[in-house]
């Protein structure tokens, strides 16, 4: 997350051919870079010249493919891209949706410490662990783990003490497992109002509105950590690739033998479209990273810190 990336931005205004021909931020790179897409570019080129030289017609050996024969294996390739893609975005409007929910419940928690706790150092440590539990959090979904170039960005931010980064990686690393950090600097926010409280035993409505609050915000995280789990099953995705790379090879084998070069260029755009949209599904399996389809969060996350101490201190 320390890697800086600002969303990609589009106007829906602009005309369609100035939308259709950008390059940039859009997955048409991902699928010129791929090694099966210029393998059947030049596997179908290389029969095309071979045809038009007149060293192999396969009309004369009984194995050539007219295009009407690619026709159901084409539709049914067509139904389950568009049913991954929908399924695919479907997963990764949830999840923003839940990240968004989350960040409303910190700026909730963080008003309900202004307005109900009254020393100003209990309002501050409570929000800023609220707030590095959500930055830990979103952390760990990027690579699994937090680096120590993660940990002095925290420290930098003013959201951890350097004896409290010790005690987090310490009990990440007795345990060699993810996760804890956040619960655990959560967990302290709500100390910190425990302790801020007079007579917080006799408080139960106070303390169980705190409780709910954070809770809540522990809901979201685990249902962000959940839906990243729960993946579209694999047997699904590996179907929907069998069937590009058998019709990838039925397109390219019969548009190789016909007499246009403009087969050349539809096989091209062919491959262009289906390899993109299957690297389109994957971008959207975990939108959590620096790829141009990913969520912008340390945009979100900073748009939260300021938000949070402007609520806190100019409130």
Same mark, same amino acid.
């Not at 005309?15 to 179908?44: C, D, K, M």
């Not at 409505?205 to 249902?223: E, G, H, V, Y």
């Given at each position: 997350?320390?890697? +800086?990336?600002?969303?990609?931005?589009?106007?829906?205004?602009?005309?369609?051919?100035?939308?259709?021909?950008?390059?940039?931020?859009?997955?048409?790179?991902?699928?010129?870079?791929?090694?099966? &897409?210029? &393998?059947?570019?030049?596997?179908?080129?290389?029969?095309?010249?071979?045809?038009?030289?007149?060293?192999?017609?396969?009309?004369?050996?009984?194995?050539?493919?007219?295009?009407? =024969?690619?026709?159901?294996?084409?539709?049914?390739?067509?139904?389950?891209?568009?049913?991954?893609?929908?399924?695919?975005?479907?997963?990764?409007?949830?999840? &923003?949706?839940?990240?968004?929910?989350?960040?409303? *419940?910190?700026?909730?928690?963080?008003?309900?410490?202004? *307005?109900?706790?009254?020393?100003? %150092?209990?309002?501050?440590?409570?929000?800023?662990?609220?707030? #590095?539990?959500?930055?830990?959090?979103?952390?760990?979904?990027?690579?699994?783990?937090?680096?120590?170039?993660?940990?002095?960005?925290?420290?930098?931010?003013?959201?951890?003490?350097?004896?409290?980064?010790? #005690?987090?990686?310490?009990?990440?690393?007795?345990?060699?497992?993810?996760?804890?950090?956040?619960? +655990?600097?959560?967990?302290?926010?709500?100390?910190?109002?425990?302790?801020?409280?007079?007579?917080?035993?006799?408080?139960?409505?106070?303390?169980?509105?705190?409780?709910?609050?954070?809770?809540? +915000?522990?809901?979201?995280?685990?249902?962000?950590?959940?839906?990243?789990?729960?993946?579209?099953?694999?047997?699904?995705?590996?179907?929907?690739?069998?069937? =590009?790379?058998?019709?990838?090879?039925?397109?390219?084998?019969?548009?190789? &033998?016909?007499?246009?070069?403009?087969?050349?260029?539809?096989?091209?755009? +062919?491959?262009?479209?289906?390899?993109? =949209?299957?690297?389109?599904?994957?971008?959207? *399996?975990? %939108?959590?990273?620096?790829?141009?389809?990913?969520?912008?969060?340390?945009?979100?996350?900073?748009?939260?810190?300021?938000?949070?101490?402007?609520? =806190?201190?100019?409130?």
């Amino acid at each position: 997350m320390h890697v +800086i990336r600002t969303p990609s931005l589009y106007d829906s205004d602009d005309g369609i051919v100035e939308t259709a021909f950008r390059w940039s931020s859009t997955i048409l790179p991902a699928s010129t870079e791929s090694t099966e &897409f210029w &393998f059947y570019f030049f596997v179908n080129l290389g029969l095309h010249i071979v045809y038009r030289v007149g060293w192999f017609d396969p009309r004369n050996y009984d194995v050539d493919l007219p295009w009407g =024969l690619t026709s159901t294996m084409s539709s049914l390739l067509t139904f389950f891209v568009v049913l991954y893609n929908s399924n695919a975005f479907g997963r990764y409007q949830q999840l &923003f949706d839940v990240c968004k929910e989350l960040f409303g *419940a910190i700026l909730e928690f963080t008003s309900m410490v202004k *307005a109900r706790l009254g020393s100003i %150092p209990h309002q501050r440590r409570a929000t800023r662990y609220m707030l #590095a539990s959500c930055y830990i959090f979103l952390l760990e979904r990027e690579g699994g783990g937090i680096t120590e170039v993660e940990w002095a960005m925290l420290y930098d931010l003013g959201l951890l003490s350097w004896v409290e980064i010790d #005690a987090l990686d310490l009990h990440a690393s007795d345990r060699q497992v993810e996760g804890g950090q956040a619960f +655990i600097v959560m967990h302290w926010s709500l100390e910190v109002v425990r302790d801020a409280v007079p007579e917080w035993l006799e408080r139960d409505d106070m303390m169980s509105a705190f409780f709910d609050k954070a809770f809540q +915000i522990r809901s979201f995280q685990a249902l962000t950590k959940n839906l990243i789990a729960m993946r579209i099953p694999f047997q699904y995705f590996h179907i929907m690739t069998f069937m =590009l790379t058998v019709n990838l090879f039925f397109w390219g084998y019969s548009l190789a &033998f016909m007499d246009t070069y403009w087969a050349l260029s539809t096989f091209f755009f +062919i491959q262009l479209i289906f390899i993109g =949209l299957r690297e389109l599904c994957a971008a959207l *399996a975990n %939108p959590f990273g620096t790829e141009d389809v990913d969520f912008p969060v340390n945009v979100w996350l900073d748009n939260l810190t300021w938000r949070g101490a402007e609520l =806190l201190e100019g409130a």
